[in-house]
């Protein structure tokens, strides 16, 4: 264990401590008289010493020491009870320390750096031995408060674990605490008087990698668009890169592609995961990738056992998996024996008699009248309670009888289903069905075709067909004989045995049966009795995009196949494919479905076809079938990533390996079906659905290999593809019964010279014997690496594809334009961060154009105006930001996107004056300004700005300039100049027009030349009232008096004033002298506005000056933050008070 360092010296200890191992900086000493074979007198009394003193008195008998160079000062560090245990602790210190130490100048730093980190590690330990005693320990919660104060979140942002580590900064490591909550990972460190902090969101991670460095064996690498950032010096960096990995995932799944992820019941609530949460996260992903469960199977208890394997005699170490419908067995050594038992196919579920030869066991009785025999399960009474508690949940959807027909097998009861299940047999293989559905949906659907339709469109080949025929005879021989020994329904063993027949080919006549049972479709089937017919009738005549989409496909599927030459084949496909278009609307239909659910209705009766694309699109290919085939993508990521790992030389010479994903595409979403004939395709399949992607990742390995030189002499991508095309074109089974298919992909139908033939057997053994070694649980964590390169590059695409559109409408520089789009991306994710979803706020939608799938409300939008907009006005800013809103939300779904944002902002930064000024128009007239506007409630809403006063004001000089003479002259020319091509903008009323002066005056604080601005906008106020009572009508003509004009004269600016508009509190008393009507009569128009400002010189100056948006950009990206939790907090507290 790790020691509180405290000094010693070593001169007193050398009589009693041994030194064995030593190092720069380190010593690893034994205590004498432990682990001496002789007998000498010093050791002897040590180690009497030892023996009597009290048991917290006594001496660990291993330790190692801090040795500080040219001290004769030592700390000890870790101490242990054994060798093992202290050469761990070595072991981590030559590793994570040892190197580390050589950058450190003085020695000092050295001693406080390895003390700190020692420190921390005995805190780390600490919490984490509490957090197994209780839920919420006292560090977990002292960890909490810190956090809490270093970072400032709202209380929304939940803290999940944290951990003591070294964050790099180039190669000086700085000694701090990781920090990982939902949405953002966080460290901080306080080194050396120096203070770091550094706020990392797991959506900006575009990569999360282990790798090594100089110093380090192991470290995490956090990638994000601009920098990498190294963290090392875990105790237990397993655990702590596994944590990450689930956190980044769900969460940039749960923001990034929520068009098709669901997430766990557990984690719908990102503010209740926890870290127990997200380990039984990863432990589920596995449970079911390995098994191909559905992903509504939830594990609930993984125990070490053995389990009785006939075929070999004796009982096999492994692990039992439970969940809500499953009991699952996999052997300990990988390949050897998987077991998967449906609760619904289980019969019984016994304790047997506790003996020394079978330890602890239990007996599961399945339907087929065979027992599983499971030994050494600790915790037996409560593991076989909750199993029988499940099983009676399962027998309760489907009503059970015992058959109490005569038997002389029958040993024990047999369980059989009232309303579908009864053992049938298929030729030599047995298996569960579903006899009375198939009447029911022979009763309501008589279109649906009975049979697989390779019995009705069989062909025997043209060459040897007597050959073939007697292969196939040989393989279902082989089949029948395995069925004996390992079992015949889906409760089998399955070893290497059966992945070495199935490599072979499966038997036409076995194909569709063994599909159904390795995919486990055949437990949905016989789940949902009449459910396909009934979504048959439900989706039948029924006309939409999908089912366009499938019409215009129905004919591209196998076109070569006589099955899909005519009606009944065609019929059978569209109504397949269109049932499940109904039965999952999110994935509907999908180009290269049609493909595969052809070969599927080849071999598998038109229900079973249908359970089988269920299997692959919802199981076994997790979102391929999407609008972004995202899970296609991400394999095909993985699949670089094996290139590079083992065909090392093909990766180098074809240094951009996205011409290899482009065409290995097909193969993933097709299993090869499209580009190999079919004949040798169906053996992929055959593969694909015992060993899942795997075997897809394994042959596409294998096809390179086969091709690895011709492709490393290949001259472009061009040529590359053509070598893949004619080899995958030129793959042929010899052992197929049935006449070659060609693929409708071929590219040299027309070779000159014949073209070497391939095997499909050949080719499947290679992959196995060479690339076979992946596992399940290293495929998983790929895929988690790769997902976040998938998304995040998606992300990339999107915003590459707005700022394209945006970029030659607008004269904001591309750089700036990039930084915008990032904090308008960065305040939606900080609302769904934090706040709780409402109707308008959507959250990020990948189904809508690039330009719409990322929008913002009206409070995002104010937040970002206050940060980005150069029109502050003080406290009038968050009013005038959702003036703008309401400007831009064209259709009024209380959403703008980033284009309109931007072209608003440029308006402000790079506009003419007249653009500026119409847009402040435009801000101040309906729709923007509303009757309900928050800024009404000015004691100058009433209609008394109205004046009879000569227009004449006195100069600095002392000069006066008559305006009078110049009004009637003014209206004629802007009427003559008018554009009539441009809409003509409403007149501004008088109430709009207080508050457009308003603004101005806002607009104006705290500017240098704020004196002189007030002076002219003074003046040319009075100037347009002027104006507006021009226009008035004869009939409103005295409706002003002397009194108003000198309230008004009285509301001007001084020097020491800092605006017109100061709220006095109360409402003038003369307001009520004037008629409400007379508002309706005084208009001012925008080039009566524009002209009038354009008679003051600093007015004008005001607004052509060139405005820098660069460091509004860098305050920002600072501020955005502090600003958005400043907001939170102060709703947070403003609620808990509404509640006391």
Request: aromatic share 10%; charged share 25%.
């Amino acid at each position: 264990m790790w020691l509180k360092p405290e000094e010693v010296l070593l001169k007193n200890a050398l009589k009693l401590w041994v030194t064995q191992k030593s190092s720069c900086y380190f010593i690893l000493q034994r205590r004498r008289g432990h682990g001496e074979g002789g007998g000498r007198l010093t050791g002897r009394l040590v180690g009497a010493l030892d023996a009597v003193l009290d048991s917290n008195a006594r001496v660990a008998p291993f330790r190692i020491l801090l040795q500080v160079p040219g001290s004769q000062v030592y700390s000890p560090i870790a101490c242990g009870a054994t060798l093992e245990e202290i050469n761990q602790h070595w072991d981590w210190l030559e590793q994570n320390l040892l190197h580390t130490l050589s950058v450190f100048d003085n020695k000092d730093d050295i001693a406080s750096f390895v003390k700190g980190k020692v420190k921390a590690l005995i805190a780390e330990e600490t919490s984490s031995r509490l957090a197994e005693q209780e839920e919420e320990p006292e560090k977990f919660r002292e960890a909490l408060v810190k956090f809490e104060a270093r970072f400032n979140f709202p209380e929304a942002e939940k803290l999940v674990t944290y951990y003591s580590c070294c964050c790099w900064k180039g190669r000086v490591p700085r000694q701090g605490w990781l920090y990982l909550s939902i949405n953002h990972l966080c460290f901080y460190s306080f080194f050396l008087g120096k203070e770091l902090k550094l706020v990392v969101p797991w959506v900006d991670i575009q990569k999360l990698e282990r790798t090594s460095n100089v110093f380090l064996t192991d470290t995490i690498r956090i990638t994000t668009q601009n920098k990498e950032r190294d963290f090392s010096m875990f105790l237990n960096l397993d655990e702590v890169f596994k944590v990450m990995e689930q956190l980044a995932d769900v969460t940039l799944r749960r923001l990034l592609d929520n068009e098709v992820f669901d997430l766990d019941p557990d984690l719908q609530e990102p503010s209740q995961i926890t870290k127990r949460d997200l380990e039984a996260r990863a432990q589920n992903e596995f449970f079911r990738a390995f098994f191909r469960l559905p992903r509504k199977e939830k594990l609930h208890a993984v125990v070490d056992c053995s389990l009785w394997t006939p075929f070999s005699r004796c009982h096999t170490a492994g692990r039992m998996f439970t969940s809500d419908s499953y009991i699952c067995f996999a052997s300990r050594e990988d390949g050897c024996c998987k077991v998967v038992l449906p609760l619904r196919e289980v019969v019984s579920i016994e304790k047997m008699e506790d003996t020394s030869l079978l330890p602890h066991p239990i007996i599961v009785s399945i339907r087929s009248k065979v027992a599983f025999q499971f030994i050494e399960l600790r915790d037996r009474d409560s593991l076989v309670e909750a199993l029988l508690v499940r099983l009676k949940q399962v027998h309760a959807n489907h009503p059970v009888h015992y058959n109490t027909s005569a038997d002389d097998d029958m040993a024990s009861p047999v369980f059989h289903s009232t309303s579908m299940c009864s053992d049938h047999r298929f030729g030599d293989l047995e298996m569960v069905s579903s006899q009375n559905s198939e009447e029911s949906e022979k009763k309501k659907s008589p279109l649906l075709h009975p049979d697989a339709l390779f019995t009705a469109f069989q062909q025997s080949g043209s060459q040897s067909p007597d050959s073939r025929m007697s292969r196939e005879q040989i393989k279902i021989s082989l089949w029948n004989d395995h069925f004996v020994e390992y079992g015949r329904t889906v409760c089998m063993f399955r070893t290497e045995k059966i992945r070495k027949l199935v490599a072979m080919g499966i038997p036409e006549s076995l194909r569709g049966r063994l599909w159904l049972l390795f995919s486990d479709a055949v437990t949905d089937l016989a789940s949902h009795p009449g459910y396909y017919g009934n979504l048959v009738e439900e989706s039948l005549g029924k006309c939409c995009l999908v089912t366009e989409e499938i019409e215009r496909d129905l004919h591209r599927s196998l076109p070569e196949h006589p099955a899909f030459q005519n009606e009944t084949g065609i019929a059978a496909l569209r109504r397949v494919l269109t049932a499940y278009a109904h039965r999952n609307p999110r994935i509907g239909y999908c180009q290269s479905m049609n493909i595969l659910t052809s070969v599927l209705l080849l071999y598998a009766k038109e229900e079973e076809a249908f359970w089988l694309l269920v299997a692959v699109c919802e199981r076994m290919l997790p979102d391929y079938f999407n609008h972004r085939v995202i899970g296609a993508q991400v394999d095909q990521s993985v699949f670089e990533e094996l290139i590079k790992g083992h065909l090392p030389e093909l990766a180098e010479h074809m240094n951009d390996l996205s011409a290899l994903a482009s065409v290995s595409l097909s193969w993933f979403l097709t299993l090869f079906l499209s580009i190999m004939p079919l004949e040798s395709a169906v053996n992929v399949v055959d593969c694909f659905f015992y060993d899942g992607i795997k075997a897809i990742f394994q042959l596409g390995l294998a096809v390179l290999e086969a091709n690895a030189e011709d492709l490393c002499s290949s001259k472009d991508d061009g040529q590359a593809l053509m070598i893949l095309s004619r080899f995958l074109d030129h793959i042929k089974n010899e052992d197929s019964p049935g006449p070659p298919v060609g693929s409708h992909h071929t590219f040299f139908s027309d070779d000159q010279e014949p073209y070497p033939v391939t095997d499909i057997a050949d080719l499947i053994r290679d992959s196995y014997e060479k690339f076979g070694d992946q596992s399940v649980e290293q495929i998983e964590h790929l895929r988690y690496k790769h997902r976040i390169r998938v998304l995040q590059g998606h992300e990339d695409t999107t915003k590459q594809n707005v700022l394209r559109v945006v970029i030659p409408e607008v004269s904001i520089l591309p750089e700036d334009l990039e930084e915008l789009y990032d904090l308008f991306k960065r305040e939606h994710m900080m609302s769904c961060y934090w706040e709780q979803p409402r109707p308008v706020a959507l959250r990020h939608d990948p189904s809508r154009p690039y330009a719409e799938q990322y929008r913002i409300d009206v409070r995002q939008f104010t937040h970002l105006f206050q940060l980005v907009s150069p029109w502050t006005c003080g406290a009038h800013t968050e009013i005038l930001a959702e003036r703008t809103f309401r400007l831009l939300d064209d259709n009024m779904d209380q959403l703008i996107e980033f284009k309109a944002f931007v072209s608003c902002l440029d308006i402000m930064y790079n506009g003419e004056m007249n653009e500026k000024i119409k847009l402040l128009y435009r801000l101040h007239i309906p729709p923007a300004l509303t009757e309900n506007d928050r800024d009404s409630q000015s004691p100058l809403k009433n209609p008394l700005l109205s004046t009879s006063r000569p227009l004449v004001f006195g100069k600095p000089n002392g000069g006066a300039v008559d305006y009078q003479k110049q009004l009637k002259q003014m209206i004629k020319d802007l009427a003559k100049e008018k554009d009539k091509t441009e809409k003509e903008l409403p007149k501004m009323s008088q109430r709009e027009f207080i508050q457009f002066c308003k603004t101005l005056y806002s607009m104006f604080h705290e500017d240098p030349e704020e004196n002189d601005l007030y002076q002219a906008i003074a003046t040319v106020t009075t100037l347009l009232l002027q104006i507006g009572e021009v226009g008035q009508r004869s009939s409103s003509s005295g409706s002003c008096s002397q009194e108003c004009g000198e309230e008004l004269r009285a509301l001007a600016p001084s020097p020491e004033q800092d605006s017109v508009f100061a709220d006095t509190g109360k409402t003038p008393q003369d307001s009520q002298v004037f008629p409400r009507e007379a508002e309706g009569d005084w208009t001012v128009s925008l080039e009566h506005i524009l002209a009038s400002l354009l008679t003051e010189q600093s007015l004008v100056n005001f607004f052509e000056k060139p405005l820098d948006m660069k460091s509004k950009l860098e305050n920002a990206k600072i501020n955005q933050y502090n600003l958005k939790t400043l907001e939170m907090s102060q709703s947070q507290s403003e609620l808990k008070l509404s509640n006391l």
